[in-house]
């Protein structure tokens, strides 16, 4: 008796273990359309971030190139603030129109408080109603950017500046 209670026992443990990898695989495969939806967003907001890391390190190789109002797109040697943006996103396979104003059309609008690395940042310096100065949101608080002769391409604190209070709107293209 004892030889054929050990001999069924052995079958039973190993249904077991069968019924049990099938419940734990029919689980995950009826559960996996929920499951694939989470990595899918993580990765889009990963290669966002990524591309805003390269378009800010594309941005900081040029940290101190002088400031030329109107200065001719795809030219390094000078930047006005949208040939500057223009430029760094082009160099990350982003097309964007050449002024700040046109530049403040593309994309999807983004409150301040919900500022994101690569978003762009523009201002209305002259209190004329109209936008005359864009930025790069790079996180933390910090705008690259070019302006004023004398200063050219430099990064600048957001909270408090000129940019944050004569700011007219953001817009992420990312």
Known sequence: MKTN????????KGLTKKLLSLT???TIACTGGAM???PHT????????????KITATGEKYIGVRYKF?????????????????????KNGISLPRSSKQQSKVGVKVSKSNLKAGDLVFSD???DGVINHVSLYI?????????????GVTISTF????WDRKFVTARRVL
């Open 36 to 38: 694939t939806l989470a």
């Open 139 to 151: 996180g933390n608080g910090k705008l690259l950017h070019t302006y004023r002769v004398g200063i």
């Open 24 to 26: 734990l695989g029919l």
């Open 159 to 162: 909270k408090g500046s000129a």
């Open 70 to 90: 109107g200065a001719k797109a795809g030219i390094t040697s000078a930047f006005d603030c949208s040939s500057f943006i223009q430029y760094i996103f082009k």
């Open 125 to 127: 310096t002259n209190s």
């Open 5 to 12: 209670t050990v001999t069924t026992a052995a079958p039973r």
């Open 42 to 53: 993580t990765h889009a907001a990963t290669s966002s971030t990524s591309l805003a890391n």
